[in-house]
């Protein structure tokens, strides 16, 4: 059994060396522009500590402060980090479609250049929709909020985390309709699948997005709206690709009326049960 694994190991071990080595390559150029990236990070922030100051006649604006001896240092590892993996994404999207491409037909083997186009442009859609629509009515809410009693002082290691998880978060659930078309051309899902499934992606949706964004009601919104279209996009996606037989539905609606004659059974049952 090991023997067999042998070879897939092999090719997976060069394909995560590929991307690692394409990770760092990138890493020293995202180095090299970390200032002006930081700047582009903290633009947001920096506009609601503005706000503070507008709003607020006993606080000052607020200030970005460093806590730790080599903080600006630490800071400037993981912006060019952050931006190394944005990018390096057509690479290391390039490998993973590398590595599963054996498995493959000779005509889905050709859609590689669809799948990293398609991955980069959804990933960095989502990036964009985190920075110009959801970051500036999460950090107003959150900084201007009892700033007439208290002047902000932001952690800049503290925010720099906090915005490449928003960032990635939001990058990667916009990778929905992608994958999903590919699994579909893959007919590892169908659209019934996903519309049956769709109940549990509703709760899956809210607790990834009170997991990723502050902790407040409008960010969560703001997250999870787009996610809960982004689903009904993947399932129009996936019906066109890869729509459910005629025998899926057939089975699908024989169960739904075997629970409904349970159903009725189980309470005719409680109604004749004496009191």
Do not use: C
Request: avoid cysteine; proline fraction near 5%; charge should be negative.
């Amino acid at each position: 059994m090991f023997d067999e694994l042998k070879p897939h190991l092999a090719e997976l071990r060069k394909r995560l060396a590929i991307s690692a080595g394409s990770l760092i390559v990138m890493f020293f150029v995202m180095f090299y522009f970390h200032e002006p990236i930081l700047e582009w990070m903290v633009a947001p922030l920096n506009t609601a500590l503005i706000e503070v100051g507008k709003i607020s006649i006993h606080a000052a604006n607020g200030m970005v402060t460093t806590s730790q001896v080599g903080g600006a240092f630490f800071v400037a590892l993981k912006v060019a980090f952050f931006a190394a993996i944005v990018g390096a994404l057509p690479i290391i999207l390039s490998q993973i479609w590398m590595f599963v491409a054996p498995g493959l037909y000779a005509n889905e083997k050709k859609m590689i250049i669809p799948f990293i186009i398609g991955g980069t442009t959804m990933f960095l859609t989502g990036v964009l929709f985190a920075y110009y629509v959801v970051t500036p009515f999460g950090f107003d809410f959150l900084i201007t909020f009892g700033s007439f009693k208290f002047t902000p002082l932001i952690n800049i290691e503290d925010y720099v985390g906090f915005f490449t998880k928003i960032m990635f978060g939001f990058g990667i659930a916009f990778e929905l309709p992608i994958f999903a078309y590919f699994l579909a051309l893959l007919g590892m899902v169908n659209d019934r699948q996903m519309i049956d499934f769709f109940k549990y992606a509703i709760v899956i949706i809210f607790m990834v997005a009170a997991f990723l964004t502050p902790p407040d009601v409008l960010t969560q919104l703001l997250m999870a709206g787009p996610l809960i279209i982004l689903y009904g996009l993947s399932i129009l996606i996936v019906k066109m690709v890869n729509p459910a037989s005629k025998e899926d539905e057939d089975e699908d609606e024989v169960d739904s009326k075997d629970d409904a004659k349970e159903v009725i059974a189980q309470t005719q049952t409680k109604l004749e049960e004496p009191k």
